[in-house]
């Protein structure tokens, strides 16, 4: 539905004010082979392929995920930025991000901080993702193509009057 777009496109509009990380397929040969893991101030890495299937003890699907680089690049990631005061933004909470406790220790806390987090996360039934989801401060929109640039108006909005508060 172009969540990674959305995200991008937003974070670009909200510049150094916004931290934290997306992902991006790895191709090859025209085949998606992986994820990268790209953080707001630009490090990247590789954080699941098919490659690592074999090495590493956490899977989804054929891909085997590093959960030390989801942990020490994206949720350093996280952490700086909620430190700075900045929004966080996650792309994407999904079934590989949700191995590591980390990270979602990572998310309560930035959650219990008040700390803005803009986020695209599963549709598909997860315990820990459907109760992140159910708090009481959460707004979850669908993202759709006919509903894309309604929800990144909303998003926009919502950002400019974080930004607009003065700082506590």
Do not use: C
Not at 25 to 47: K, N, P, Y
Not at 78 to 90: D, Y
Not at 96 to 114: D, G, K, Y
Request: hydrophobic share 45%; net charge positive; aromatic share 6%.
């Amino acid at each position: 539905m172009g969540k990674t777009t959305l995200i991008r496109r937003v974070t670009t509009w909200l510049g150094g004010r916004a931290g934290g990380f997306y992902t991006e397929e790895v191709r090859h040969g025209g085949a998606r082979t992986g994820f990268r893991l790209v953080t707001l101030d630009g490090r990247s890495a590789v954080f699941a392929h098919v490659d690592l299937a074999g090495r590493s003890p956490h899977r989804v699907g054929r891909y085997g995920v590093d959960l030390a680089v989801l942990e020490g690049i994206g949720v350093a990631a996280l952490r700086h930025a909620a430190e700075r005061g900045h929004i966080v933004v996650v792309d994407e909470i999904g079934k590989m991000e949700l191995l590591s406790a980390a990270f979602r220790h990572t998310l309560e806390e930035i959650v219990r901080a008040s700390v803005p987090l803009l986020a695209t996360i599963t549709a598909a039934p997860h315990p820990w993702a459907d109760a992140f989801k159910r708090h009481p401060d959460a707004v979850v929109q669908v993202l759709t193509p006919a509903n894309r640039n309604r929800v990144e108006d909303a998003i926009r909005t919502w950002a400019a009057r974080l930004l607009a508060r003065p700082a506590e």
